[in-house]
């Protein structure tokens, strides 16, 4: 597709389970983003990709938060041991290259832990 | 450490009245400010930005914003708003030039009434 694709679109698990979420960037985008919608609430930060730089990781709340991004293309989001506050809406964006560019959103993963 | 403040979590408009969405920021750098909107259902989409060059700057569906050092403020505004213009509006700062993360404001909810 022409879009940021991610998957699923909508994941229920019980708390302390782990989970993964999907996102596959449009292709050529060298910046890749992670954020988190709470309800009601603005896009909070947890971490950017940039080419074959170290990512930032400065925003991912605690150390269940974990991402990688494979071949500079698709990237997984992994929480461990899932918390009730962990339930929001995680938001996946791509660029050409850097910030000053356009983001390009994907529909996001609605994630509901019980 | 740069960061951005919307002042209004809420604003209500007629349709056919000026729009004023408040953003102020800080940054210690020269910034690239943008506006998003993200319509209900629908995924993030860029309205506007500025990265140094004129300092009004004119965006999608007539909003425009203007770019105030001496104030550090970028405040979106649209002279006559639409129905369809309801929905909730993010302020987002990045330092110029950087390939650093992109902080969003925390939103402001745009209601627009017949």
């Known amino acids: 597709g022409a879009g940021v694709s991610q998957s699923p679109s909508n994941k229920v698990t019980e708390k302390g389970k782990d989970v993964e979420l999907r996102c596959d960037p449009i292709?050529?985008?060298?910046?890749l983003y992670w954020y988190r919608q709470s309800l009601g609430q603005g896009l909070e930060f947890l971490i950017y990709?940039?080419?074959?730089?170290?990512?930032?990781k400065s925003g991912l709340p605690s150390d269940r938060f974990s991402a990688e991004r494979t071949g500079g293309s698709v990237s997984t989001l992994t929480i461990q041991r899932t918390q009730q506050e962990d339930s929001a809406v995680y938001l996946c964006?791509?660029?050409?290259?850097?910030?000053?560019?356009?983001?390009?959103f994907g529909s996001g993963t609605q994630l509901s832990v019980l | 450490a740069q960061s951005v403040t919307q002042l209004d979590s809420h604003v209500s408009v007629s349709e056919g009245t000026p729009v004023l969405l408040r953003c102020n920021y800080s940054s210690s750098y020269s910034p690239s400010l943008f506006w998003y909107v993200q319509h209900p259902n629908k995924g993030l989409q860029l309205l506007l930005k500025?990265?140094?060059?004129?300092?009004l700057v004119k965006g999608i569906n007539g909003f425009e914003a203007e770019f105030k050092k001496s104030e550090t403020s970028f405040h979106l505004t649209k002279p006559s708003a639409h129905m369809s213009d309801a929905a909730e509006y993010f302020c987002v700062v990045t330092l110029s030039g950087n390939t650093g993360k992109l902080i969003f404001g925390q939103g402001t909810t745009l209601q627009v009434k017949p």
């Open positions: 990709f940039q080419g074959n730089s170290a990512p930032d």
């Open positions: 500025y990265t140094s060059a004129a300092t």
């Open positions: 964006a791509s660029s050409p290259q850097g910030t000053n560019e356009k983001l390009f």
């Open positions: 292709s050529g985008h060298t910046a």
